[in-house]
């Protein structure tokens, strides 16, 4: 017979399988909740295109088309809407050039208008997303207030 203390003993290898199991989900739990309320300090993957944006269009005055209501830097004085309907242009090839003045919309410019000027000379259009893959053109006036004759002196 074998000597006391010798042999088969029992371990408790149950309870620390479960006691591990326990430590490893509730350190998951907790990294996922300090990820939910800090998540702006994990998202680092930005695109240089208009993949992924959904801060889609919104007029930024009354008319777009007849008022230069899109700014930003290079361009104080203005630009028209040139589009009365959104265009469809691919996302991957539109690339980010600055945020307008109201920080509410991206503005764009085709990849083969990019490098052929200035990326923002009034001679290139820019663009404003609406959508998936449509977007609203910008540049210089195209659009005239239609005529209205004045009354008599």
Excluded: C
Excluded at 64 to 87: I, M, Q, T
Excluded at 92 to 106: I, N, Q, Y
């Amino acid at each position: 017979m074998a000597a006391p203390g010798t042999g088969n003993e029992l371990r408790d290898t149950p309870g620390r399988l479960l006691l591990g199991w326990a430590v490893l989900m509730v350190s998951l739990v907790i990294l996922a909740w300090r990820i939910h309320l800090n998540s702006a300090d994990y998202e680092w993957t930005e695109y240089p295109t208009a993949l992924g944006d959904t801060r889609y269009y919104t007029p930024l005055g009354e008319d777009d088309r007849y008022a230069p209501n899109l700014r930003f830097p290079g361009h104080e004085s203005g630009l028209y809407r040139r589009s009365a309907e959104p265009v469809t242009l691919d996302d991957a090839t539109m690339l980010k050039l600055t945020l307008e003045s109201t920080g509410k919309h991206l503005v764009y410019q085709r990849a083969e208008d990019f490098g052929s000027s200035s990326s923002t000379s009034t001679a290139s259009a820019v663009y404003l997303k609406s959508g998936e893959n449509r977007y609203v053109e910008f540049g210089a006036r195209k659009f005239y207030p239609p005529y209205v004759p004045k009354v008599g002196p």
